[in-house]
């Protein structure tokens, strides 16, 4: 009988989740498996909404950001009952492979369907925070990061006409990656991440100090997780003798064309989760590392919080920012 691989997208959308369906859809098939999509993630998986995909649905996509599976956050999925029901709607259709493309959360998940339910199951990194352990990127990242960018150039034409400073809030929960790779690559003025204690007086001084120098204008990248980037604006008004403003980027972040990277990234590695998959081995995520792919059991990826080169690059951002 015809081997049946499910995919599925689940927690905040990132570009290049297209990518990576297209790359399993059109491999698994070439490959002899029959592919279903489950809509919405895994409360989709739920509520059965699982349906054979077909090269209609995943042509022209390579470009689109977003998900055509779509994606939903399953509180009920934490409940084995549920995850119980979620997988005997894949079993009585004889589905026995599902690919996961998705973050942290949706990685716990897809871990408990492999142990529990013996699931053959392959995570795909997709999440614009870069915050999962066991690879250097996730889908999306790059993309975002681009957007970001893209952002820091508009504002800083407004913020030195008015010489003043402009505090971005980036996304990225708990991690402040996005944050750090959008000040070291759009030439910021300051930094404020999680990972790294970020006083005030600091930040204040060293816009004091620039403006000494001639400066007329800086560009605050404040990641998420630090706290509301009005209440750091209130905080430092006073400390500084410039005019303030604050942006939140928001969700403009997660939308948009993949780039090229992403692109490449999904693609190679939804091809990796159909080799894996069709060698028999299961219950791992894809990751890349050293720019090579790479592969650790989920458990390693759920248990553990992504260490990194961050300290390093933190003072790279700082000493840029003087
Ligand atoms: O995990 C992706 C992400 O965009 C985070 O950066 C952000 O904190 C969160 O999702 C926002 O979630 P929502 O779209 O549900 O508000």
Same mark, same amino acid.
């Given at each position: 009988m015809q081997k049946k691989l499910? +995919?599925?997208?689940?927690? =905040?959308?990132?570009?290049?989740?297209?990518?990576?369906?297209? %790359?399993? $859809?059109?491999?698994? %098939?070439?490959?002899?498996?029959e592919?279903?999509? +489950?809509?919405?993630?895994?409360?989709?998986?739920?509520?059965?909404?699982?349906?054979?995909i077909n090269d209609s649905h995943v042509s022209g996509i390579i470009d689109k950001g977003g998900t055509v599976l779509l994606t939903a956050r399953c509180e009920?999925?934490? @409940?084995?009952?549920f995850r119980a029901i979620a997988a005997n709607n894949l079993k009585k259709r004889g589905i026995e492979? &599902?690919?996961?493309?998705?973050?942290?959360g949706s990685y716990r998940g897809a871990n408990l369907l492999y142990k529990e339910h013996g699931i053959n199951v392959i995570g795909i990194p997709?999440? /614009?925070?870069?915050?999962?352990?066991?690879?250097?990127?996730?889908?999306?990242?790059?993309?975002?990061?681009? !957007?970001?960018?893209? $952002?820091?150039?508009?504002?800083?034409?407004?913020?030195?006409s008015h010489e003043r400073t402009i505090l971005i809030e980036v996304m990225g929960r708990r991690a402040g990656d996005l944050a750090l790779h959008a000040c070291i690559a759009g030439g910021g003025d300051g930094i404020m991440i999680p990972e790294m204690?970020?006083?005030?007086?600091?930040? $204040? &001084? @060293? /816009?004091?100090?620039?403006?000494? !120098?001639?400066?007329?204008?800086?560009?605050?990248?404040?990641?998420? =997780?630090?706290?509301?980037? &009005?209440?750091? #604006?209130? #905080?430092?008004?006073?400390?500084?003798? !410039?005019e303030i403003r604050s942006v939140v980027l928001g969700h403009v972040q997660r939308g948009g064309t993949p780039s090229g990277f992403d692109r490449v990234l999904a693609t190679k590695m939804g091809a990796k989760a159909?080799? &894996?998959? %069709?060698?028999g081995e299961s219950g791992l995520m894809i990751g890349i590392e050293k720019n090579e792919l790479v592969t650790h059991p989920l458990e390693f990826a759920c248990s553990l919080e992504k260490a990194s080169s961050i300290k390093k690059d933190y003072e790279l951002a700082l000493l840029l920012a003087k």
């Open positions: 499910a +995919i599925l997208t689940s927690g =905040g959308d990132a570009p290049g989740m297209n990518a990576a369906i297209r %790359a399993v $859809a059109k491999i698994g %098939a070439s490959s002899g498996f592919i279903y999509g +489950i809509k919405r993630g895994y409360l989709g998986m739920l509520n059965d909404e699982i349906f054979l009920e999925f934490k @409940q084995e009952k492979y &599902l690919v996961v493309i998705g973050g942290d997709g999440t /614009i925070d870069n915050d999962i352990c066991g690879t250097d990127f996730t889908l999306g990242f790059d993309t975002c990061l681009n !957007t970001i960018l893209d $952002a820091m150039s508009k504002i800083r034409d407004t913020a030195t204690d970020n006083p005030i007086e600091m930040l $204040a &001084l @060293q /816009i004091k100090a620039r403006r000494k !120098t001639g400066k007329l204008h800086d560009i605050v990248l404040v990641a998420e =997780g630090v706290g509301h980037v &009005l209440e750091i #604006e209130r #905080e430092l008004k006073d400390k500084i003798n !410039t159909v080799e &894996l998959l %069709a060698n």
